[in-house]
């Protein structure tokens, strides 16, 4: 007799308790995409400030450009920024293919996108090798390299952090449910890219 008489209280305890936990995780993966936005945030107030100063230098120094140099060369930065700004479209697409559970087209398109950021670093350190100036070589010198230094180290972190979200999705089961780092590394690589098109303005486009 005693195996029959379930206290009904305990019963709606365990339902209650099994739809709880669900929500807790929903809530805490918001919670992340949120502390994440705010890094992205403190990273924007950093550029920033570096864009007014280099604003601000230009536009009040007397021997802005180094003795000798004329200016740089737009060509080549021009086609490292169609690159770098066209992957932000291909990461889109291996999100999607994610999100349909096509890991195969996942892969696919995320690795093109790491190729193209790979690509870029590249080009910036050809370009590098090749400037008639150092870091040294007065206020310009010193904010080209600062800039675009602070920026390229950003690329390689996201196209490092890009090949840690490709090989996590050969692990059996991983990203079934979809997953944060992707989300988060796909909107880091967002970032990166505008910033880039806001540099590639202020340096390369504006004489």
Known sequence: MSTTNVDPALNSNVVVSSHAEPNHTEHEEDYRMFGFIVFLLSESVIFFSFFVGYIVYKTNATDWLPVGFEGLEV????????????????????????????????????LMTMAMGSFFLYGQAVEW???????????????????????????????????????????????????????????????????????????????
């Open 75 to 110: 060509r080549e930065p021009f086609i490292n920024t169609v690159v770098l700004v066209s992957s932000s479209f291909v990461i889109y697409f291996a999100e999607r293919f994610l999100r349909k559970e096509n890991l195969w087209g996942f892969r696919l398109f995320w």
């Open 129 to 207: 090798m090749g400037l008639p100036f150092g870091f040294k070589d007065g206020v310009f010198g010193g904010t080209f390299y600062l800039l675009t230094g602070f920026h390229g180290l950003h690329v390689l972190t996201g196209v490092l952090l890009q090949g840690l979200m490709l090989g996590r999705s050969f692990w059996p089961n991983n990203y079934d449910g979809g997953e944060f780092g992707v989300e988060a590394t796909s909107l880091f690589w967002h970032f990166v890219d505008v910033i880039w098109i806001i540099l590639f303005v202020l340096i390369y486009l504006w004489k």
